[in-house]
């Protein structure tokens, strides 16, 4: 039911620039994309900042895109974007994220029997985080999804909007780079 009221407001939006329909679009949206952002992002008012210009953005695209009513659904593209903000906050800031960042946002390494043992080796968690830095933005979220938030590989593929094949085979992946480093 949520995807059809989804797609009509979001038609509204496109069409006839309804400030109304993109404010509900909003409400869905505005608790589950601030936690998202506030998941990876060092304080509150970062996440909130993030969440205005991810909002602001989608906005502009929507309204200003021809021809783009089978482009995305407006979670997808919220979450696309928030993803990009993301890395861009980072790039930004060009410090390596310390682990005093992760534990301000609220990142708790979970005990987790699927936890590859050379990472459960690394004493050091920093270095482990810097080791993540050298991944890929999207597996490095999913090693942060499953091993520092546990969450089960059915939610993450939800978040990202894959299937649970393809976040099994990124996660594969990204343990298999990091045992190079490690």
Do not use: C
């Not at 979450?79 to 682990?99: C, E, L, N």
């Amino acid at each position: 039911m949520q995807e059809l009221t989804e797609k009509i407001l979001l038609f509204r939006v496109r069409t006839s620039r309804d400030e109304q329909a993109f404010g509900k679009l909003y409400d869905l949206y505005k608790k589950e994309l601030f936690r998202f952002a506030r998941s990876r992002l060092p304080t509150n008012e970062d996440a909130d900042d993030l969440s205005a210009h991810t909002f602001f953005t989608a906005w502009t695209i929507i309204t200003t895109s021809h021809g783009a009513e089978d482009e995305h659904h407006f979670r997808g593209l919220i979450y696309h974007i928030a993803r990009w903000a993301i890395t861009d906050f980072y790039r930004k800031k060009k410090d390596d994220i310390s682990v005093d960042a992760l534990t301000n946002a609220g990142v708790q390494l979970a005990d987790n029997k699927e936890t590859p043992g050379k990472i459960e080796a690394v004493a050091d968690l920093s270095m482990l985080v810097r080791y993540l830095d050298r991944l890929k933005p999207e597996q490095k979220e999913v090693v942060i999804l499953r091993y520092f938030q546990d969450m089960e590989y059915e939610e993450i593929a939800k978040r990202l909007e894959k299937n649970v094949n393809a976040v099994r085979v990124m996660l594969h992946r990204a343990i298999k780079e990091l045992r190079t480093y490690l």
